[in-house]
Each structure stands twice: as structure tokens, then as C-alpha cells.
């Protein structure tokens, strides 16, 4: 029943911003972890971000070296991830996911372990 719509992906020069948003339906969106994930062609699908339902606590991959921020509005349904200083190694599919955890309070960085997931917005960082 949930449903999740990503979008805000497009193409940018190195050391742009861009800010992608994922906006939630079909549940409370206050139970639900929120992570980002990314897919390069040829590549797994890595873990970006995460975000706790329960106490709003940030996870992040090491490689993100501070760069990216991920956020949620409840009052919108909405999680956000703030991406600056791009680079081309950033090209990407980005997919937010939601996990709807049992008791589980740190998100996990798995995806499998993500229950939906949105359709992918693209990310193209030319050099």
C-alpha cells in the first residue's frame, strides 16, 4: 500500500547542489525508516543515507565524505537528500526506499531489507 515517488534528479556541472525529494503515501510516514540508495550501470545498488523514524538519527556512507544530507518533513510526507560538491562519480539511478521496521531502530543499509521502494530519479554529474 505504500507508494513512493522520487524525483528531483537531472544533470548538473562538478561541484553542483542538487536536491532530491521522495514523498510518501499509503502509510504513516512517522513509522517509517527512509534511506537512499544509488545505482551506477554495471554496478550493485550501494546505500547513500538512511534516516530513523524513531529518533531522526542520520547514517551515511563513508563515501559520501560529508557532502550529502538526508532530511524528512513529516508535516509533507517527504524525505529529502541534499547533495553538494558533485562529482561525475556521483552518476547515478537514485532510488529512496522506506523500511517499516519491528522494533528495529537503525536503518538498515541493506536493500533487501527495504520494504518499497520509488521508481528512480536520474543523476548525470558532467565533468
Known amino acids: 500500500q505504500v507508494q513512493l515517488r522520487d524525483s528531483g534528479g537531472g544533470l548538473v556541472h562538478t561541484g553542483d547542489s542538487l536536491r532530491l525529494s521522495c514523498v510518501v503515501s499509503?502509510?504513516?510516514?512517522?513509522?517509517?525508516?527512509m534511506g537512499w540508495f544509488r545505482q551506477a550501470p554495471g554496478n550493485e545498488r550501494e546505500f547513500v543515507a538512511a534516516?530513523?523514524?524513531?529518533?531522526?538519527?542520520?547514517y551515511y556512507d563513508d563515501s559520501m565524505k560529508g557532502r550529502f544530507t538526508i532530511s524528512r518533513d513529516n508535516a509533507k510526507g517527504t524525505v529529502y537528500l541534499q547533495m553538494n560538491s558533485l562529482k561525475p562519480e556521483d552518476t547515478a539511478v537514485y532510488y529512496c526506499?522506506?523500511?517499516?521496521?519491528?522494533?528495529?531502530?537503525?536503518?538498515?543499509?541493506?536493500?533487501?531489507?527495504?520494504?518499497?521502494w520509488g521508481q528512480g530519479t536520474q543523476v548525470t554529474v558532467s565533468s
Open positions: 534516516i530513523s523514524w524513531r529518533d531522526g538519527r542520520t
Open positions: 499509503g502509510r504513516n510516514f512517522e513509522s517509517l525508516n
Open positions: 526506499a522506506a523500511e517499516a521496521p519491528l522494533g528495529v531502530v537503525v536503518p538498515s543499509n541493506l536493500p533487501h531489507d527495504y520494504d518499497y
